[in-house]
């Protein structure tokens, strides 16, 4: 019945945070408008600090790029991420500043079986981001207007994965994932004056569909008599592409009202996804991982049309993770620290330009007891850059995850192993 309430309480978080709320007045980076925008690729903090996805990273943490890393979960683990960031977005002409803070997600891993690796996952996660704010001047006739494109929502996804381990070597996990959404565009053109029509378009597009993750992580160092590389693992991840059921319709609101206009009904096309990974833990302390993720957005298409811009989606990441020294009787000993930076050319171009980004980052764990902890990271980035139609987005990013863990399921023996 404790762990019964456990689980009500936890899905109880899962519902508030659903709405994963945005900062609808001050709008976000202008890259947002493409496509779905914002793709999210951060799996936990830990893997953030270190600026990789964690393909072929196990260790005690929740991963929901690749289920099947999480085979080696020593406990039940609650982990709640949040973040708050400042962004500064300049064209060389304009400059804005904007701060906002968010949910990133949150994710239940229950190990039933550590021998076996039998572990289920369960999470309520951000897919993209759409979060942005344009302002226009302009005349007619004289007549002076302001015109402003925004844009809010994206795409979130229930989760729930099993992982097993074949042989002690070889990690699988599959993970059923249903996304929702709604994202929401408007243009409002304002001429402040009574003898002109000022103009609302919005234009309203719902998600819907279901989509599945598969992964793998074999531990190839055990294969080979050698101290240096014994603790190697190779992941691969891969998520099917799947066809978002939509609807999108129009609402056109001028002085004389308001008028609704179904725009279209079929389906937004959102391409597979690849990824590759290695890990080593070099010694009992330094753990060193990176890792690649590919998308062709080329396939792409929104009601049947394909988007020429869209293109070859590419990540890359490279992070070392410092573990606390066993001798160690001092605080800062007992911590886990954490550093890493990325790469990335966007899946869209901009005036026929590709928008790049990359970044480095910091992080931290902090143990609170044998199985809670809390993790700490810090990202500083940039994306694309001045002049040529394109804009400079400089990111400092902070990120928070609260880890709760316990043993629910597991025998006695498994317990002291």
């Given at each position: 019945m404790k762990n019964f309430r456990k689980i009500l309480i936890t899905m109880y978080l899962l519902a508030c945070a659903s709405a994963f709320p945005q900062n609808q007045n001050e709008g976000g980076s202008p890259y947002t408008i493409f496509g779905i925008g914002d793709l999210n690729y951060s799996t936990s903090t830990r893997t953030y600090s270190m600026g990789i996805a964690g393909t072929a990273l196990f260790g005690n943490y929740v991963n929901n790029l690749n289920p099947a890393t999480v085979t080696k979960l020593n406990s039940t683990l609650i982990a709640t991420n949040f973040y708050y960031g400042f962004l500064k977005s300049s064209n060389g002409i304009v400059e804005n500043k904007i701060s906002n803070g968010n949910i990133l997600g949150v994710n239940i891993g229950i190990p039933f079986d550590q021998i076996r690796g039998w572990v289920m996952t369960i999470g309520f996660n951000p897919v993209s981001l759409v979060n942005y704010k344009v302002n226009l001047s302009g005349k007619v006739d004289e007549q002076s207007y302001t015109q402003t494109y925004s844009g809010e929502g994206g795409l979130s996804r229930i989760n729930l994965g099993m992982t097993y381990n074949i042989f002690r070597k070889i990690s699988i996990g599959l993970e059923y994932n249903y996304a929702f959404g709604?994202?929401?565009?408007?243009?409002?053109?304002?001429?402040?004056?009574?003898?002109?029509?000022?103009?609302?378009?919005?234009?309203?597009?719902?998600?819907?569909?279901?989509?599945?993750?598969?992964?793998?992580?074999?531990?190839?160092?055990?294969?080979?008599?050698?101290?240096?590389?014994?603790?190697?693992?190779?992941?691969?991840?891969?998520?099917?592409?799947?066809?978002?059921?939509?609807?999108?319709?129009?609402?056109?609101?001028?002085?004389?009202?308001?008028?609704?206009?179904?725009?279209?009904?079929?389906?937004?096309?959102?391409?597979?996804?690849?990824?590759?990974?290695?890990?080593?833990?070099?010694?009992?302390?330094?753990?060193?991982?990176?890792?690649?993720?590919?998308?062709?957005?080329?396939?792409?298409?929104?009601?049947?049309?394909?988007?020429?811009?869209?293109?070859?989606?590419?990540?890359?990441?490279?992070?070392?993770?410092?573990?606390?020294?066993?001798?160690?009787?001092?605080?800062?000993?007992?911590?886990?620290?954490?550093?890493?930076?990325?790469?990335?050319?966007?899946?869209?171009?901009?005036?026929?330009?590709?928008?790049?980004?990359?970044?480095?980052?910091?992080?931290?764990?902090?143990?609170?007891?044998?199985?809670?902890?809390?993790?700490?990271?810090?990202?500083?980035s940039i994306r694309g850059k001045e002049g040529n139609g394109l804009i400079k987005d400089e990111y400092l990013n902070f990120t928070a995850s609260v880890n709760f863990g316990e043993l629910w399921f597991l025998r006695p023996r498994e317990e002291d192993q």
């Open positions: 709604e994202i929401k565009n408007q243009n409002f053109v304002n001429f402040n004056n009574s003898n002109y029509i000022n103009t609302l378009i919005k234009k309203e597009t719902d998600f819907q569909k279901s989509f599945v993750k598969g992964g793998v992580v074999f531990e190839i160092g055990r294969l080979f008599n050698s101290f240096t590389i014994r603790n190697l693992s190779l992941g691969f991840a891969y998520q099917s592409g799947f066809n978002l059921d939509a609807t999108r319709d129009g609402i056109y609101t001028t002085n004389a009202g308001t008028d609704t206009v179904r725009l279209n009904n079929g389906t937004v096309d959102i391409p597979s996804m690849y990824s590759i990974g290695i890990s080593n833990l070099f010694g009992s302390r330094y753990l060193v991982s990176g890792d690649v993720i590919l998308q062709d957005w080329s396939k792409f298409r929104e009601f049947g049309s394909a988007v020429q811009e869209y293109q070859n989606s590419f990540r890359a990441g490279l992070g070392l993770e410092i573990l606390p020294d066993p001798a160690s009787t001092s605080f800062w000993g007992s911590m886990t620290y954490r550093i890493g930076g990325f790469y990335d050319k966007a899946y869209y171009k901009v005036s026929g330009q590709d928008v790049n980004s990359y970044g480095g980052r910091v992080g931290v764990n902090i143990p609170l007891s044998q199985y809670n902890s809390i993790d700490f990271g810090i990202n500083y």
